[in-house]
C-alpha cells in the first residue's frame, strides 16, 4: 500500500489549498481516509476524515467550515480543500488509511494502517 500527499506550499493567511492524496495498492473503497497534521512541537492531531468509502465524514472542529474532505473512489483518491488558512493551520499534513476502522475510532491516529510521506504546509504574512 502507498500513500502520496501532495498539494502543499507556502501561503497567506486567507488563502485556500488543496492538499490531494493518491493511493494504491488497496482496495480504495473499503478503505478510511483520513489527514492528519502535526506542527512543530505539537503531537499529530486529526483534522478530517472520509469513512469507508465516503458514507461519513467528520472534521475538527478546529477546520469545520473551512475544510472539505473530498474522494474519489475512481481514482483512488482524496483531496482536502483548505480555505481561510490560518498561521495556526501551519504543519505537516498526512494521510492515511485504515482498512477495519470502526466509526468511534476514525479520528484517532493509532486506528491508521499505512501513512504518507507528508506534504508541508506554511500559512504566513
Known amino acids: 500500500v502507498q500513500l502520496q500527499a501532495s498539494g502543499g506550499g507556502l501561503v497567506q493567511p486567507g488563502d485556500s489549498l488543496t492538499l490531494s492524496c493518491a493511493a494504491s495498492?488497496?482496495?480504495?473503497?473499503?478503505?478510511?481516509i483520513g489527514w492528519f497534521r502535526q506542527a512543530p512541537g505539537k503531537e499529530r492531531e486529526f483534522v478530517a476524515t472520509?469513512?469507508?468509502?465516503?458514507?461519513?465524514?467528520s472534521y475538527a472542529d478546529s477546520v469545520k467550515g473551512r475544510f472539505a474532505i473530498s474522494r474519489d473512489n475512481s481514482k483512488n483518491t482524496v483531496n482536502l480543500q483548505m480555505n481561510s488558512l490560518k498561521p495556526e493551520d501551519t504543519a505537516v499534513y498526512y494521510c492515511?488509511?485504515?482498512?477495519?476502522?470502526?466509526?468511534?475510532?476514525?479520528?484517532?491516529?493509532?486506528?491508521?494502517?499505512?501513512w504518507g510521506q507528508g506534504t508541508q504546509v506554511t500559512v504566513s504574512s
Open positions: 492515511a488509511a485504515g482498512r477495519s476502522i470502526i466509526f468511534s475510532s476514525m479520528r484517532n491516529d493509532q486506528a491508521y494502517d499505512y
Open positions: 495498492g488497496l482496495t480504495f473503497r473499503s478503505y478510511t
Open positions: 472520509s469513512f469507508r468509502g465516503g458514507s461519513s465524514i
